[in-house]
């Protein structure tokens, strides 16, 4: 088990899904938390149930549908917290839809959470790690290295943006001795995935058999922020069952 105490760490969409599961796997390590969620009830629900384990976890609620708001979260969280040692640039989504007839306003709002948020969180925490270092871990997908199978080509452009920003960011930011990184997860039990129906789900072809749980992908974040992947920056690490090989 990797420890995180001391730490201040943001996990944007953290109320749920693959985010909740990151704040659970770094809370019972002693990290301080931000806990990041557009529904108030949620990231309250989240932050009372791991401070009921002793962590400490701070709710921030903002919409990122609303990119600038991404910028909001990171300075509320840096003030609360009195600073930021990592970030995971999980909140994100998406619906399955045809390439013929996509309405632009659909590829707009996909890329406007998926991308510019992320982008813009990740510009603001850069800008608060420069003078200590840090880490950032943004969730891509397997979408990222391929067609839109699942989702549309909405979601897989965005994705792909967010793999190219994880490169270009590694790069400038080494120098300050932040590393940057991204996980690529493939199919993962979350409420995103639970509208495929049984016979996609059986027709995937997965090699290890099964979907991921949250837990699965939330291993592979805490590796990338702790000090065991201190060599390791500009990486896209993929947790999908052997589905992209």
């Not at 990290?31 to 309250?44: F, K």
């Not at 590829?107 to 990740?122: C, D, G, H, K, P």
């Not at 603001?124 to 003078?131: F, G, K, L, N, T």
């Not at 997965?206 to 949250?214: H, K, M, N, V, Y």
Request: glycine letters at 12%; charged letters at 20%.
């Amino acid at each position: 088990m990797y420890t995180f105490a001391n730490r201040k760490i943001l996990v944007t969409g953290s109320s749920r899904g693959i985010g909740r599961a990151v704040a659970e796997r770094l809370s019972a390590t002693g990290a301080t938390l931000g806990i990041h969620g557009r529904d108030a009830s949620r990231v309250e629900a989240a932050c009372g149930e791991l401070a009921g384990r002793g962590s400490k976890a701070i709710p921030l609620v903002f919409d990122f549908s609303d990119p600038a708001q991404a910028v909001s979260a990171v300075r509320a969280f840096c003030d609360r917290a009195g600073g930021i040692d990592g970030l995971v640039n999980n909140a994100g989504g998406g619906k399955a839809s045809a390439f013929r007839g996509m309405a632009l306003e659909k590829w707009r709002s996909t890329f406007s959470v998926n991308l510019e948020a992320a982008m813009l969180a990740a510009r603001e925490a850069y800008s608060a790690m420069r003078s200590g270092g840090g880490t950032i871990v943004n969730i891509a997908s397997i979408a990222a290295h391929g067609p839109g199978k699942w989702m549309g080509a909405d979601y897989a452009a965005s994705k792909a943006g967010l793999v190219s920003i994880t490169k270009s960011l590694a790069f400038e930011a080494a120098r300050f001795g932040i590393r940057v990184n991204a996980v690529s997860p493939g199919l993962v039990d979350t409420d995103m995935t639970a509208i495929l129906p049984e016979e996609t789900r059986k027709g995937l072809n997965i090699p290890l058999g099964r979907f991921a749980a949250p837990a699965e992908v939330a291993a592979a974040v805490a590796f990338l922020l702790s000090d065991a992947s201190a060599y390791i920056t500009g990486e896209v690490l993929h947790v999908d069952g052997g589905l992209w090989m």
